[in-house]
């Protein structure tokens, strides 16, 4: 399963990323173990690890020591619905046809533990994604390919690529 992309709540409030449970995924194991697991992102224990984001969720444009724009699309017809992250069977639309994770504005950037993802905005996805210097958004893909999506796309072609179920597969561009 991909790690779970919405907010798990203890005593109300939201617990850990999908980034932070990536960390063993990354070769970050040491950073993942320093984490209190059933504590919120900003506990204390956890808000002291803001600052020891790895490079890889560091984004061009986003100044702010331990924010990242690297997130996921989530809401109805997204992989990440609530519950447990996805399995990779679920992408019936083809894994090479859905986005995973993107690089949004640096306008949307969060803490890089807090569980904050971009809302899918069915009418208008590419307003989820904030502004973009460059014209497109790095993204990738459910079977590891790397893309980039251009500030241009049609609405119904991002939100076929986003949506990883719908029985109408998006051969990315």
């Not at 519950?83 to 859905?98: E, H, I, V």
């Not at 971009?118 to 590891?144: E, H």
Request: aromatic content about 10%.
């Amino acid at each position: 399963r991909f790690p779970p992309g919405d907010v798990h709540l203890v005593d109300g409030k939201p617990l850990l990323s999908w980034r932070v449970h990536m960390l063993p995924f990354l070769g970050q194991a040491e950073l993942y173990k320093q984490f209190n697991l059933k504590e919120s992102w900003d506990s204390p224990q956890n808000s002291a690890l803001l600052e020891k984001m790895p490079a890889i969720y560091q984004c061009d444009g986003v100044a702010q020591p331990g924010y990242t724009s690297i997130m996921t699309f989530s809401g109805k017809g997204t992989p990440f619905t609530g519950g447990q992250g996805p399995r990779l069977r679920n992408f019936t639309d083809g894994s090479s046809n859905t986005i995973l994770f993107v690089q949004a504005g640096a306008n949307k950037a969060v803490p890089w533990t807090q569980p904050v993802d971009l809302p899918l905005d069915a009418g208008n996805p590419i307003s989820s994604l904030g502004q973009s210097a460059s014209g497109s958004f790095p993204c990738a893909l459910a079977d590891g390919s790397l893309r980039s999506i251009p500030a241009g796309i049609p609405a119904q072609t991002l939100k076929n690529a986003i949506q990883h179920n719908d029985g109408n597969p998006a051969p990315f561009f």
